[in-house]
């Protein structure tokens, strides 16, 4: 092979090997990262919450904008308890939950979603999808940031 066509990685074999050496606090320290990517990237998906779609014309349904408000974090005084914004579990088994508990979210943005309003109304899944890759990042960098501070 030419060495043009080489391809070479350059490792750190010193923050490598800080790495191995930290032993049983790596998965304390990655699971504390873990859990801020989590809350992060619940603030994140709630900046991306894209807006209501028009009203229909003919519709006789006056909008609250609960729903929301539900899931950007906005709330109202009496609305909390429709909030799912929960980051739980423990060391390296830890979910974030983001959503809403109105009665009436599974049929407007869940993937139950009633007929009225496929194709009108965005659904939760989609703001998942469009943004996973951003909320791995967001997670990455948090555990790195954990990891870092047990290099110092």
Partial sequence: ??????????????????????GPRLPKSTAKGIGTGLAHSILYLQSKTPPYPP??????????????????????????????????????KMYGRWGTKVPY??????????AAFIDRWWQLSDILAAELN?????????????IKTLLK
């Fill in 1 to 22: 092979m030419m060495s043009s066509d080489l391809i070479s990685i350059d490792l750190n074999t010193k923050e490598l090997e800080q790495l191995v050496n930290l």
């Fill in 55 to 92: 009203k229909l014309p003919t519709s006789m349904y006056r909008r609250t904008g609960t729903l929301g408000r539900t899931l950007t974090g906005q709330t109202q005084s009496g609305e909390e308890g429709w909030v799912v914004n929960e980051v739980g579990g423990k060391g390296l």
């Fill in 105 to 114: 979210g599974h049929w407007v943005v869940g993937e139950d979603q009633g």
């Fill in 134 to 146: 951003a909320i791995v990042g967001l997670i990455e960098k948090d555990v790195w940031v954990e």
